[in-house]
């Protein structure tokens, strides 16, 4: 499985951005899938995730409210809205996922096997 990571650049404190993960190799549909994030001089953290159907999702309690995942198995695809952008937003989001889950959904990095080259977001303040 290869995964890739679209949709970061520089925005402003308040706006939007919508991060995509595309999956090619194989359909990704029955895994779990996240979105990690990880800053200069940090260690990567775990910002949200989603079952394999879309019906459970969990995030990270600074993006609750402002950030949604969601999925589009037909098109073999994860995607990350994320409004009202702050300026400790900023890192590189890497999308992930999780072949040995369906529903539960990981926080830690090392639970998942496959990994994207990440996208970096910067919000201005």
């Known amino acids: 499985v290869q995964l890739q990571a679209l949709g970061g650049g520089l925005v402003q404190a308040g706006d939007s951005l919508r991060l995509s993960c595309a999956a090619s190799?194989?359909?990704?549909?029955?895994?779990?899938m996240g979105w990690f994030r990880q800053a200069p001089g940090m260690e990567r953290e775990f910002v949200a995730g989603?079952?394999?159907?879309?019906?459970?999702?969990y995030y990270t309690d600074s993006v609750k409210g402002r950030f949604t995942i969601s999925r589009d198995n037909t098109k073999n695809m994860v995607y990350l809205q994320m409004n009202s952008l702050k300026p400790e937003d900023t890192a590189v989001y890497y999308c992930?996922?999780?072949?040995?889950?369906?529903?539960?959904?990981?926080?830690?990095?090392?639970?998942?096997?496959?990994w994207g080259q990440g996208t970096l977001v910067t919000v201005s303040s």
């Open positions: 992930a996922a999780d072949r040995h889950a369906t529903m539960r959904v990981g926080t830690t990095p090392t639970q998942y096997d496959y």
């Open positions: 190799g194989r359909t990704v549909s029955s895994y779990v």
């Open positions: 989603i079952n394999y159907n879309g019906g459970i999702t």
